[in-house]
């Protein structure tokens, strides 16, 4: 698995501040600079106020300022088990590789094409893994090809979007995905716990590694003050 920021809001940490600022000021934070708007802030230097005020809003559970700095991420070779996992978060936007354009042609290498789960290698089944997944990329090739020799093809091809139903939840795709930082922080409260399958919980590790060089004082605070607990940010 790769991952990538492929995008992202400029100063985060200093948006949510400013966000978040915005709600106990009279004046209007547009019109004033980071320094000004942050003067009230306990804290010596305007890094010492950041990391107060957001310290603070996690915990009050203030979590609406980390909803404006947005993420996009870009995911390559993961399987259709963890595609389908981290697509049930619905407060984040998905493009995902289309498995009716993109399927691997006959005879590319199919360690290539699929995830083998670690318990699958420790087990040493991987070969026994491995054929199981070419057969049924094999029987897919038969079905779209007009020339396939095999005689169960019946008397048409099968268009590729129905004939990928033979492919194996193994099958790696690539993904882009954009979601903000309390979506972020909410996805790792649920995928980066000990009880989510490992793939997504290595995808969510890697993101927030990434969010951490992006936000910061957020994503620090975060993983101190808030990862594997209990309070987490969402009902
Ligand atoms: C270890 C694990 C095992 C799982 N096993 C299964 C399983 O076997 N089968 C299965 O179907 N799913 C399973 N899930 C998925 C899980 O049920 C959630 O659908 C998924 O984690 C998305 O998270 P979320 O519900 O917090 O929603 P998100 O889409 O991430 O939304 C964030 C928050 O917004 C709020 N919200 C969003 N939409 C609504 C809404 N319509 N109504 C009310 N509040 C809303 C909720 O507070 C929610 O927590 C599993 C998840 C984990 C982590």
Not at 119 to 131: C, K, R, T
Not at 151 to 164: C, L, Q
């Amino acid at each position: 698995m790769k991952v990538a920021l492929l995008a992202s809001t400029n100063d985060p940490d200093e948006l949510a501040c400013k966000a978040a600022r915005n709600d106990y000021t009279t004046e209007y934070v547009a019109d004033r600079s980071f320094e000004e708007v942050m003067e009230p802030v306990d804290g010596e230097t305007v890094e010492e106020k950041k990391a107060s005020l957001i310290a603070q809003l996690m915990e009050r559970g203030h979590y609406g300022p980390f909803e404006h700095p947005n993420a996009t991420f870009a995911v390559k070779g993961i399987s259709r088990v963890c595609m389908a996992q981290i697509t049930r978060h619905r407060h984040a936007s998905f493009d995902v590789q289309s498995l009716r354009y993109t399927v691997p042609e006959r005879g590319s290498d199919i360690r290539e094409a699929v995830v083998v789960p670690p318990s699958v290698e420790e087990a040493g089944l991987v070969d026994e893994f491995l054929e199981g997944c070419e057969r049924q990329f094999d029987l897919y090739h038969d079905l779209i090809d007009e020339d396939s020799p095999k005689k169960y093809r019946g008397d048409g091809v099968t268009p590729p979007e129905d004939a990928r139903f033979l492919l194996p939840m193994a099958t790696k795709v690539n993904m882009v995905f954009t979601l903000n930082a309390r979506s972020l922080m909410h996805v790792a409260d649920m995928r980066a716990a000990a009880d989510a399958q490992w793939e997504v919980r290595e995808l969510t590790d890697r993101m927030l590694e990434l969010a951490e060089d992006w936000m910061p004082v957020t994503f620090e605070t975060y993983r101190e003050e808030m990862l594997g607990r209990k309070n987490r940010l969402a009902p």
